[in-house]
């Protein structure tokens, strides 16, 4: 079955620390790949997307992710994150098909400690 | 522009009303979604309609139905509200459904009592 995995439900990090945020998909063919942002009481946000071309992907906020066929992962990662990052984050699949169905993963909590 | 609007914001019901939520978006777009959201669990489809005139169950369609007004609006209707419907619902919308890209809306917070 189609199914995107993020195994870490909750990152913890200081301040000005490097983060990653793991996500892996399962195997297809073709692939389309993305990251929302979900800040509290908000909607969802498109963070980066990876349709095809360079496998490292930039986004917003200083937000980067590298796509990986041989693993089958897409994990997010930023430099030096802010207070301001802390949000959920969900990584989301489209595999190729007729429709345009994204299937979300379970999210993960990043949490930026001063 | 708004883009994605919701209504309403917040809604609490007893178990077995009904209610519709409203979704309507400005950017043309053709195809549109809801989405119900649940703590671990992420985000899951109930419904979708890929342009005007055509809709199609998601994943989690049981207990929902819904019509898509004109192109503008997407309504989700709730015939007999149950405590297992309590979420978060998004709605969302795409230029095509085989645009990647979906816009998402501020959402719904559901409690069924």
């Known amino acids: 079955a189609q199914s995107v995995t993020q195994l870490d439900s909750q990152v913890p990090v200081f301040e000005e620390a490097p983060v990653e945020l793991r996500c892996n998909y399962s195997?297809?063919?073709?692939?389309?790949l993305f990251w929302y942002v979900q800040y509290p009481n908000q909607g969802l946000q498109l963070l980066l997307k990876?349709?095809?071309?360079?496998?490292l992907v930039k986004g917003i906020n200083g937000f980067e992710a590298e796509f990986n066929k041989s693993q089958t992962s897409f994990h997010l990662r930023k430099p030096s994150v802010h207070i301001s990052d802390t949000a959920e984050y969900f990584c989301?699949?489209?595999?190729?098909?007729?429709?345009?169905?994204?299937?979300f993963g379970t999210g993960t909590l990043l949490a930026v400690q001063p | 522009n708004a883009g994605v609007t919701q209504t309403p914001k917040f809604q609490v019901l007893k178990t077995g009303q009904s209610m519709t939520l409203q979704c309507a978006q400005d950017?043309?777009?053709?195809?549109m979604y809801w989405y119900r959201q649940d703590p671990g669990m992420g985000l899951r489809l109930i419904y979708y309609?890929?342009?005007?005139?055509?809709?199609d169950k998601g994943e989690v369609p049981n207990g929902y139905n819904v019509s898509r007004l004109n192109k503008r609006e997407f309504s989700l209707r709730l015939e007999s509200a149950a405590p297992s419907q309590t979420s978060v619902y998004f709605c969302?919308?795409?230029?095509?459904?085989?645009?990647?890209?979906?816009?998402f809306g501020p959402g719904t917070r559901l409690t069924v009592t």
């Open positions: 989301a699949v489209k595999y190729g098909g007729a429709t345009n169905k994204l299937i």
């Open positions: 309609s890929a342009s005007e005139g055509t809709t």
């Open positions: 969302a919308s795409s230029p095509s459904d085989r645009t990647y890209e979906q816009y």
């Open positions: 950017m043309n777009h053709n195809s």
């Open positions: 990876y349709l095809s071309g360079s496998t």
């Open positions: 195997s297809s063919v073709s692939v389309y």
